[in-house]
């Protein structure tokens, strides 16, 4: 008998011991992810920092000190003072590109040790258009935009006398590609109105159908497939409670000309020159509608002798379905001199690549 409550004693503190094992067990596995394999101990994430990522760091300034954290788009009155603030100690920011154009007054924008901070006072309907910041990262001298911390909210400023964005043309041109979509940009400051395109000749309204033919109230009307029969004069009608209002007119131009660098040709006039002739030396490239062009020249009495260069650009209609622009540089020298004599180099640079010619003067 006594060696069963011998034996029974020893089997209930085996028991104990396997369950205090179990309970020390336990406790350091709760307490495993606070301890890096290495030995280190590193910080835990907290609840609220992983529910807040992903999350715009882009607020807006209210009364009070009060903060709204800004979404994808937001509506605001014109006429006040609207400020931003973006966290971190060196931040970018953009906004609608004629704020910078003009070189308006009413911008600003600040950086503290904590955030930056953009001002826009005595805001208006034309400020309509995105706002965005990001953090920048630098790696020495080295300074790039953190596209993981960019932020962006399209802020509109509606204004029931002005329904569009208010534009510096009344007469805008939009170009038609058949590679590529195109826009007619009658933006709107009330994403709630409705807006529809109109041909001016022969008068019809050209329906939205969601597929061909969309429309954005940040863009405008946006057709994906563009076509020669969509050329000719459109303007857009907007509509809310009050009475409609109308766009300015676009000029729609469908275009053929390929994209690629430029395509450049050189003339002397007059071909035949001797010493004391006058002698005009024209580069011309033909290229997109809207694709600017920068000209640079090499001439034989460079740094030595004074000449006129004269730049500009027109628009030439080729039939119903190609529109090309011309942009043309003249190189002027007055009363040659034996100098002048020699090789004349234009080089042609757009967006796409760079050209360069070459034309011999000689004397006759």
């Avoid at 030995?39 to 607020?59: C, H, P």
């Avoid at 009330?190 to 019809?204: F, G, N, T």
């Amino acid at each position: 008998m006594k060696l069963w409550v011998v034996l029974g004693m020893a089997l209930l503190w085996v028991e104990l011991q396997n369950g205090s094992c179990q309970q020390i067990k336990r406790r350091k596995d709760v307490g495993v992810n606070r301890i890096h394999p290495g030995g280190k101990r590193v910080k835990v994430r907290k609840l609220k920092e992983v529910a807040g990522k992903g999350q715009s760091l882009l607020t807006q300034v209210l009364d009070r000190g009060r903060f709204l954290r800004l979404g994808q788009s937001t509506s605001l009155t014109p006429g006040k003072n609207m400020e931003l603030r973006c966290k971190g100690n060196s931040i970018g920011w953009s906004y609608p590109p004629y704020l910078d154009t003009y070189n308006d007054s009413r911008l600003s924008i600040m950086q503290s040790d904590k955030y930056s901070q953009l001002i826009l006072t005595a805001t208006s309907a034309a400020d309509t258009g995105p706002y965005s910041c990001w953090v920048i990262v630098c790696d020495g001298t080295e300074c790039e935009r953190d596209h993981d911390r960019s932020y962006v909210s399209y802020i509109y400023f509606t204004d029931k006398d002005n329904l569009f964005v208010p534009s510096a043309f009344h007469f805008e041109i939009a170009y038609l590609r058949p590679d590529r979509p195109a826009v007619v940009p009658c933006r709107v400051t009330d994403p709630q109105a409705k807006v529809s395109l109109h041909r001016e000749v022969p008068p019809e309204e050209i329906t939205a159908n969601g597929t061909q033919m969309t429309y954005d109230p940040s863009k405008g009307f946006v057709l994906q497939n563009p076509s020669p029969e969509q050329q000719g004069v459109f303007y857009c009608k907007a509509v809310t409670k009050g009475t409609p209002q109308i766009s300015t007119k676009y000029q729609l131009l469908y275009v053929e000309v390929p994209s690629g660098a430029p395509l450049v040709s050189l003339e002397v006039s007059p071909e035949s020159v001797t010493g004391g002739d006058n002698v005009n030396v024209t580069c011309t490239v033909l290229g997109e509608p809207e694709g600017d062009v920068s000209f640079t020249w090499s001439y034989p009495g460079q740094d030595h002798r004074p000449v006129h260069i004269h730049t500009s650009l027109r628009l030439v209609h080729r039939g119903m379905s190609h529109t090309t622009r011309v942009s043309q540089s003249v190189l002027t020298v007055e009363d040659l001199e034996t100098i002048d004599f020699g090789n004349y180099i234009c080089k042609a640079k757009n967006q796409h690549g760079e050209t360069s010619v070459m034309t011999n003067i000689l004397s006759k």
